[in-house]
């Protein structure tokens, strides 16, 4: 880790009593960053050496102002969720001590630690929450960030649904906040309610994950995730700690859900639970997984762009044949393990996560929007929670105290393997023994409906022979809706859903029809055929 790229280690985690200070630690403007809220912490004055004892404190590299002006940056990976340069200082206050659960839990205070856990004094409507730390590697000082919400409407029968944001190192607090949590941030930063919350159908666990995640950290480069037995493994520590924390809801079903990269750590996470849960102690009710426009086959995957571009005209017949070159030269490079080549085909094609430069489809678009091909740009909305987030008093409320919250790019960095490899194995298993439901927005491009279908007929279980024969219908939210909601193919209990309207970021979309399709999954409704569906 280089001085001239991010702040010393001592300055990220100055932890001491004094003064709080901002400090925000970027990257030089020649390296550039996907992910603009980098590192925003409170800092002991004390803590910095040789800098005055003022009050605010605001340490960057001078080249990054050439890019602030343009407020033009780049996404951290497939599914990664920070936009702009836009993030506003921080006021002066106290954003309390973080709280670690795990010691309670241990040693057996568990109604303590639940109450400790309780958010407070959070502005805007009131919605019962909890929130902290569970350690997950004590030889590394690893902990995974958590932020429960129960169910708005009877929390001990409703099922318990697990969301894991992409990136890799997209920070959960995206879904929460943007897709579907109970709070819709505003531009002057209030919180108001959302019009179709999960909660009002679920209980929702939000973890950053893994850590180097949004608020999770570890304190030794030993213990970021290398590949997805990692991921699994830490989430599984966390859950069964969750678990302890509240075991009144521990015989609830219970859901892995997630999107984008979390195509990835759903099915990591899901494989951990069912190879553990038969000896383990402390069982969970694990019913199924969701996975909402998910990288699960990268090798499959990469092979539908060219003409998935092409036909929704984002690539001439030329480009077109330029990125079929590229796409199989990344097959290639999976098929050797070569798995940083082949990342790097990705990236300088689509992702322009690594390179410094917009990707190859951005510059022959002029768009940088890869989530919804109907808008060039992002939502400037789906910034502010960003900026919420570096509030004091949010801070103290949520028990995060002056901890940094990560970019995620050093998740991103450590896993570097492991982005290209395939799932398709452990999704199997979960196949054949789980409810499982794999949805697309129409309108993504980053891992677009069609390239779902290329993969899925690939996957080796069960009833893949059943699923290649089957019929999809219509699906509407309503019979009588004159809106066509998505389209439907299920073989036992494995869905596949595409809807209309909405992009990577389905929920923020197509909200309404985002709720009722995880409505009909988790609560058994299914979808009946209708009016003008074969």
């Known amino acids: 880790m280089e001085e001239s790229e991010v702040a010393t280690e001592r300055e990220r985690e100055g932890r001491k009593e004094g003064g709080a200070v901002v400090m925000l630690a970027l990257r030089p403007a020649t390296r550039m ?33 050439l890019e602030l002006s343009s407020c033009h940056v780049r996404r951290n990976a497939i599914g990664s969720i920070f936009r702009r340069l836009k993030h506003a200082l921080p006021s002066q206050g106290d954003p309390g001590q973080p709280l670690f659960l795990t010691p309670y839990i241990e040693s057996g205070k568990i109604e303590e630690g639940r109450q400790l856990s309780l958010v407070e004094h959070l502005p805007g409507p009131h919605v019962k929450s909890y929130s902290g730390y569970l350690t997950v590697n004590k030889t590394h000082n690893s902990n995974l960030f958590f932020w429960f919400f129960p169910a708005q409407v009877q929390p001990e029968k409703t099922p318990v649904l697990l969301w894991l944001q992409g990136g890799p190192g997209g920070t959960s607090m995206f879904g929460l906040f943007v897709e579907h949590g109970p709070y819709v941030v505003q531009k002057n930063l209030s919180l108001t309610e959302r019009k179709f919350p999960w909660t009002s159908k679920f209980s929702m666990l939000y973890i950053d994950n893994p850590v180097g995640t949004g608020f999770s950290f570890t304190d030794d480069p030993k213990g970021y995730a290398k590949n997805e037995d990692d991921v ?36 990591a996470i899901g494989y951990y639970i069912h190879s553990n849960n038969p000896t383990a102690k402390i069982k969970i009710n694990f019913k199924g997984v969701a996975i909402g426009d998910g990288l699960c086959d990268p090798e499959v995957m990469l092979g539908g762009y060219a003409d998935f571009l092409y036909q929704i005209g984002l690539v001439d017949e030329n480009q077109r044949i330029y990125v079929q070159n590229q796409s199989n030269l990344g097959q290639q490079y999976i098929q050797q393990k070569k798995w940083k080549e082949a990342f790097e085909v990705f990236d300088i094609l689509l992702n322009d996560d ?7 489809i951005q510059t022959i678009s002029g768009c940088s929007n890869y989530f919804n091909f109907m808008q060039c740009q992002e939502p400037e909305d789906q910034e502010y929670f960003g900026k919420l987030l570096s509030l004091p008093n949010i801070r ?40 499982v439901l794999i949805y697309n927005g129409q309108l993504d491009i980053i891992v677009a409906a069609p390239l779902t279908e290329r993969f899925l007929p690939t996957v080796p279980w069960g009833k893949v022979k059943e699923y290649k024969n089957a019929e999809r219908i219509v699906w509407r939210i309503h019979d009588k809706d004159p809106e066509v909601a998505g389209y439907v193919r299920q073989v036992g209990e494995f869905y596949q859903v ?6 990577h970021i389905l929920p923020y979309d197509q909200p309404e029809r985002a709720l009722d399709m995880m409505d009909r999954f988790i609560m058994g409704k299914g979808w009946k055929q209708s009016r003008y569906g074969k």
């Open 354 to 360: 690594k390179t410094g430069t917009p990707s190859y």
């Open 396 to 435: 103290k409320s949520i028990h995060v105290g002056n901890l940094t919250f990560h970019d995620g790019s050093m998740v991103e960095e450590y896993l570097l393997e492991d982005i290209m490899k395939t799932i398709k194995p452990w999704l199997a298993v979960l196949m054949d023994h789980y409810r």
């Open 232 to 267: 699994g493994r830490d989430l599984y520590s966390a859950i069964i700690q969750f678990f302890q924390l509240f075991p009144h809801y521990q015989k609830n079903d219970f859901y892995a859900t997630g999107e984008s990269y979390a195509g990835k750590y759903v099915p």
């Open 33 to 65: 960053v996907s992910n603009p809220f980098l590192d925003l912490k409170f800092l002991p004055v004390e803590g910095v050496d040789g800098l005055s004892p003022i009050r605010l404190v605001l340490v960057v590299n001078l080249s990054f102002f």
């Open 498 to 503: 595409i809807v209309r309207g909405g992009g």
